[in-house]
């Protein structure tokens, strides 16, 4: 069962059981953004507290899969006390390792952004989603709250 | 050969087949569900380096080599378009298609062969139903009464047809016990014109009470709609007794092939009703001024026909009615009972399962196992070749009332065996073992 070792590594299962960064912000002042699996119902809601283009306070909300939810997890520690720019870098980097370009949470493709920094960004944690490579239906759920955090920052971007 | 003529050979060819069919005997041969996995060349593949154990065929069934050979020899010898040309193959083409018309009409007990109307699936033939018929006898503000245990393919096209007429969705509740709570029906029926009902339940095996349900909708005058896609490939169904004015179904889920389905209709209601889709076939004449329609089951059958998909749905209606539908039945039945004692039996409360818990159920087994995720039950028992759906099957509403984001489901059918079940129990407990 070599494969679903892979899917289901110690550190995903880890921030599954014990999510961190769970709860929900006060809209306003943070900013809240939702995305949704149609195909499992899984979904994510992302709350981002903003202050000077920092990410002062994440919180995660939503419910779904273990991947889904591990993911969005692990994403909140990542981007927690990040610049928007360091965030995107992050975003950019993790959806490198699993291969597919960056899109928003309709799936429409958002450009790649310029390339060549990200290689730089370190994933740590987050390298271990990399497995869900092997489980193609399953990459929708690992970077469903990664979408959220995308549409998230153009929004905040905008206003 | 006219359309016409192609009828009435193919009448004649059924008329044939009909006298020499043996008398139906009382007590239904038992039947083997590991003998027949043998007319399933799927079912003999390895998933994982283990043999697949198929257990979604709520969502689509597989299919026998009887089917898929009655198709490639349309291919092979006959393929040429339906009810446009003299010449022999064509004319083969025509006469196959129609014999098909001929097959599914006495699988069903139709009257009529014309009140037989080929789609492309069952949702295309609910939206033909709410589109035609809906369109020309719903006024602004009309009541329509559904259950709640309804696929969204009976959901949405009411909603859309709402969307202009503004109408009244009523909804059967479900019950504690996993059946329609039919206590309200007469407050519920009050003033309703139309009645969409599921004959199974896709997600809780649940067998309402369709023809109870439409006795009391024609006394006020509703017509009712059935969306029969998992109770035709899976009981006798015999549209007479089942009391509803339409009925629908899909291909792909009795063993035929995907791109066919069947709305049957009432012939009187099914004449009074306009056309759905525009094109060839489905006209009598046409001219710079307008057209006249094509006579039914034509009218409603625009453009060329999924012909070999017609080819395959009567081999399928033949390989079921050859295992004999009250033998699968009955089959069915004791697989549910066998498969939901064995799951109680080996996890207790850490399995609930959303459905009947006994008595007569269809064969789809909506579960939560532990805490896990349905999409992470289905993940690691795909690692043992073990195939079950996970989601919301197309029914939110009712998912919103299990208070469930999504469930795992195993579903079975006439191939699946004692040994698929003891597969599916064994593969579950290796879930526990991951999380
Ligand atoms: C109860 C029920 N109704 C309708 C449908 C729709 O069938 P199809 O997608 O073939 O149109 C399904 C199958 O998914 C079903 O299970």
Known sequence: MSGLEDLYREIILD?????????????????????????????????????????????????????????????????????????????????????????DSNGQDVGAGETGANQEVSLGDLQALQGVMKFPVRIKCATLGWNVLTDSLDELDSC | MTTTDAAAAADAHTAAADAHTPAASPVPAPLDGAKLKADFPLLTREINGQPIVYLDSAATSQ???????????????????????????????????????QK?????????????????????????VVNSWGRTN???GDAV???????????????????????????????????????????????????????????????????????????????????????????????????????????????????????????????????FLG???????????GFLPNTLPWKFEA??????????????????????MEAIAAYEEDLV??????????????IAIHGPADGPRGGSISFAYRDIHPHDVSQILDQYGVCVRAGHHCAKPLMKHLGAQATARASLYLYNTREDIDCLAEALSKASEIF
């Open chain 2, 337 to 350: 009972a066998y498969a939901q004692k064995t799951l109680k039996d080996k996890f207790g409360d850490d």
């Open chain 1, 15 to 103: 921030h599954y059981r014990s999510p961190r960064n769970r709860g929900d912000l006060p809209c306003p002042p943070a900013h809240k953004g939702e995305g949704f699996n149609p195909l499992c119902g899984d979904d994510v809601v992302l709350y981002l507290l903003a202050d000077g283009g920092v990410i002062a306070d994440v919180k995660i909300g939503g419910n779904g899969c273990s991947i889904s939810q591990a993911s969005a997890s692990m994403m909140s520690c990542a981007i927690m006390g990040k610049t928007f720019a360091e965030a995107r870098a992050i975003n950019e980097a993790f959806k490198n390792i699993l291969s597919i370009p960056d899109v």
């Open chain 2, 279 to 289: 094109g060839g076939e489905m006209i009598l004449d046409v001219s710079t001024e």
């Open chain 2, 303 to 324: 453009g060329t026909p999924p012909i070999a998909e017609m080819v395959g749905l009567g081999a399928a209606v033949d390989y079921l009615s050859g295992v004999g």
């Open chain 2, 138 to 140: 719903l006024a602004n």
């Open chain 2, 145 to 275: 009464l559904l259950s709640l245990l309804e696929h969204h393919s009976n959901i949405v096209p009411w909603h859309i047809l709402s969307a202009e007429r503004n109408l009244e969705l009523r909804w059967i509740p479900v019950g504690d016990d996993f059946q329609l709570d039919l206590s309200n029906l007469d407050e519920l029926l009050e003033g309703v014109k139309v009645v969409a009902i599921s004959a199974m339940s896709n997600v809780l095996g649940t067998l309402p009470p369709v023809s109870a349900i439409a006795e009391a909708a024609h006394e006020r005058g509703a017509v009712v709609v059935c969306d029969a896609c998992q109770f035709v490939p899976n009981r006798v169904c015999d549209v007479a007794s089942l009391g509803a004015d339409f009925v629908a179904f899909s291909g792909h889920k009795m063993c035929g092939p995907t791109g066919i389905g069947v709305l049957w209709g009432r012939r009187e209601l099914l004449e009074e009703m306009p056309p």
């Open chain 2, 63 to 101: 299919k026998p080599h009887s089917v898929i050979a009655a198709m490639s020899d349309y291919y092979d010898r006959y393929n040429a378009n339906v009810h446009r040309s003299a010449y022999f193959i064509a004319e083969q083409a025509t006469t196959q298609t129609e014999l098909a018309r």
């Open chain 2, 104 to 128: 599914v009409r006495r699988f069903i007990g139709a009257a009529h062969t014309e009140e037989i109307i080929f789609t492309k699936n069952a949702t295309e033939a609910l939206n033909l």
